[in-house]
């Protein structure tokens, strides 16, 4: 028997990348009108319903969007190469990344402190006290400490992609579906085993929970959580069986999820020591995993097919991401005088800064080689190096035939 290798396009990976970046409007929107959560303004109007949409996105959010960054680039540097693999991701992280550190989240620090700027005096002030304070104190990466996390995975991502290559030629394509299956649950089960041992490094090197530092581009707990989802997401392009496994639907994972979050809803500690630290950790570990494979499996069932939607909103996705955070802020703070309920104000605020942001990418981003260079990366309808954002979102599958 031979081993013959075909492309087959995975379309649920557009949808899924697309929902899980716009689900950040809804997550912010949502900070607004909870209870518990501190965010960048809060509306008088909250309701702890919002304290759990917030949670619940927390849960497998940002855990399934690195392992699909870490599939996609092990799928571009196994297409590309190393060189050029680096290049296209400085270019496509860091320019828009400095450019809405810049423009836009100065902007959105002038406007929460505004009502105090009256003189030139106070402008001064605002400039060498608050926002160079915010700057150097690292607050002022805001919702950008998610591409600064993630370039530092490509740079991880180069020598790893090599080690897991040479690994999966060493112990070859699986023998067979139930070899994959034990491959997956071993880590889902063993993966919230990380996030423990990162709570108990925190007790004896406090350097891994301090920072942020450089001005928040770096800060190692946020790098080391989900270093083990991207490189889950790497080897899951190399092994086409264990994706298959990881996204494939089944209600007792449902269960089970929904099992988890009641648990980790209900639990109450008993105390500080360090077994109930390890509990928590194990336990939320647990329910991120099991958050990205139901994630997953629902995606592929439900999405796997082409769409014209979903194709362009994976587009648009990087500027929804980039300016939905000033957006919300603009319309929660002039609603903040409107006596209504939250969850009006909340559609109000989600809605609008969906609209704004797609009309934005779509009337400025998409149509000016400056400004999509400035918040894409690159231009619109270019090819710099790379062709990812226009490429399948396809994989290689073993096809046995007869010799």
């Known amino acids: 028997m031979g081993a013959l290798e075909k492309s087959v396009r995975l379309h649920y990976m557009d949808s899924m990348r697309s929902v899980l970046m716009m689900l950040g409007v809804v997550l912010h929107a949502a900070n607004v009108y909870s209870v518990s959560v501190h965010w960048e303004i809060s509306d008088p109007e909250s309701h702890p319903f919002f304290d759990a949409v917030s949670g619940l996105i927390h849960v497998f959010r940002m855990p399934a969007f690195f392992i699909v960054a870490g599939f996609f680039a092990q799928m571009t540097l196994e297409r590309y190469g190393s060189r050029t693999f680096l290049s296209n991701r400085g270019q496509r992280l860091l320019v828009p990344m400095i450019t809405t550190f810049v423009l836009l989240n100065t902007v959105q620090v002038f406007i929460l402190h505004s009502a105090g700027i009256v003189t030139l005096a106070d402008l001064q002030h605002f400039v060498v ?112 069986r264990a994706l298959s496994e990881f996204s494939r639907f089944g209600p007792m994972s449902l269960w089970a999820l929904a099992m988890l979050l009641a648990l980790r809803a209900v639990r109450l500690r ?96 998409k149509r000016s080689p400056v400004l999509g260079f400035l918040f894409n990366g690159r231009p619109f309808g270019t090819i710099s190096g790379l062709t990812t954002r226009r490429d399948a979102v396809t994989v290689p599958v073993p096809v046995k035939t007869g010799t």
């Open 270 to 365: 008993s105390s500080d020591s360090a077994m109930d630290d390890v509990l928590d950790a194990y336990l939320m570990g647990m329910t991120q995993w099991f958050g990205c494979h139901v994630c997953f499996s629902l995606f592929r069932k439900f999405a796997d097919f082409p769409s014209a939607a979903f194709r362009y909103l994976a587009d648009a996705s990087y500027t929804v991401y980039l300016f939905h955070h000033l957006v919300i802020v603009v319309i929660a703070q002039q609603l903040t005088f409107w006596h209504t309920s939250a969850a009006v104000k909340f559609c109000l605020v989600t809605t609008a800064a969906l609209v704004a942001t797609l009309v934005l990418h779509e009337l400025a981003i």
């Open 129 to 240: 006290d608050v926002l160079y304070g915010e700057a150097v104190e690292g607050h002022l990466i805001q919702h950008l400490w998610f591409l600064s996390v993630l370039m530092q995975l490509s740079i991880f991502c180069v020598p790893a992609g090599i080690v897991l290559r040479r690994l999966h030629h060493t112990q070859g394509v699986p023998a067979s579906t139930s070899h994959s299956r034990q491959l997956h649950l071993c880590a889902v089960i063993l993966g919230p085993m990380f996030t423990v041992g990162l709570t108990g490094l925190s007790h004896f090197f406090p350097v891994l929970y301090s920072g942020p530092f450089v001005f928040g581009t770096f800060t190692p707990a946020l790098t080391l959580m989900y270093l083990p989802y991207f490189a889950y997401g790497m080897w899951l392009f190399l092994n086409q």
